[in-house]
């Protein structure tokens, strides 16, 4: 019975520690307006203690709204922005639906595992994606 309850502790010990992982990922879009939609358990969330969340348009943005399971952005005219984005997380596989404004633009979105670019010519201009963040 004891072992039991060792292992059952063990295993929600492990399940806790796997909700509070928090991954780094890497945005890119050359887009006039992209939005990033997490289709799991997983959302975004702010930059943890130490680290921050940085924004940069070559051309300015016109808005910029992150919920939990969905970040969109518009800038001003297209032209390229990048940003870093911070996801909790308790899988290892992150599942993304990817939208850009135009056929003709990319949107990208990277962990150090993987990379996702949405730059087919899709008539509605999303794509489903599977990311890998950190393996165990």
Same mark, same amino acid.
């Given at each position: &019975?004891?072992?039991?309850?060792?292992?059952?502790?063990?295993?929600?010990?492990?399940?806790? *520690?796997?909700?509070? +992982?928090?991954?780094?990922?890497?945005?890119?879009?050359?887009? *006039?307006?992209?939005?990033?939609?997490? +289709?799991?358990?997983?959302?975004?969330?702010?930059?943890?203690?130490?680290?921050? &969340?940085?924004?940069?348009?070559?051309?300015?943005? +016109?808005?910029?709204? &992150?919920?939990?399971?969905?970040? #969109?952005? +518009?800038?001003r005219t297209r032209g390229l922005v990048n940003m870093n984005v911070y996801v909790k997380s308790?899988? *290892?596989?992150?599942?993304?639906?990817?939208?850009?404004?135009?056929?003709?633009?990319?949107?990208?979105?990277?962990?150090?595992?993987?990379?996702?670019? *949405?730059?087919?010519?899709?008539?509605? #201009?999303?794509?489903?994606?599977?990311?890998?963040?950190?393996?165990?």
């Amino acid at each position: &019975m004891k072992v039991l309850i060792a292992i059952a502790l063990l295993f929600s010990i492990h399940a806790l *520690n796997a909700e509070e +992982r928090i991954y780094e990922l890497e945005f890119e879009s050359d887009s *006039n307006w992209t939005s990033i939609e997490i +289709r799991d358990d997983a959302v975004f969330v702010n930059a943890p203690p130490g680290s921050s &969340m940085n924004v940069t348009s070559r051309n300015g943005l +016109r808005s910029f709204t &992150m919920s939990p399971k969905k970040i #969109h952005l +518009r800038s001003r005219t297209r032209g390229l922005v990048n940003m870093n984005v911070y996801v909790k997380s308790p899988n *290892n596989v992150l599942g993304l639906t990817i939208c850009k404004g135009s056929a003709s633009s990319y949107t990208s979105i990277k962990s150090e595992q993987s990379r996702q670019k *949405n730059d087919l010519r899709e008539q509605d #201009h999303c794509e489903a994606a599977a990311l890998v963040l950190n393996l165990f």
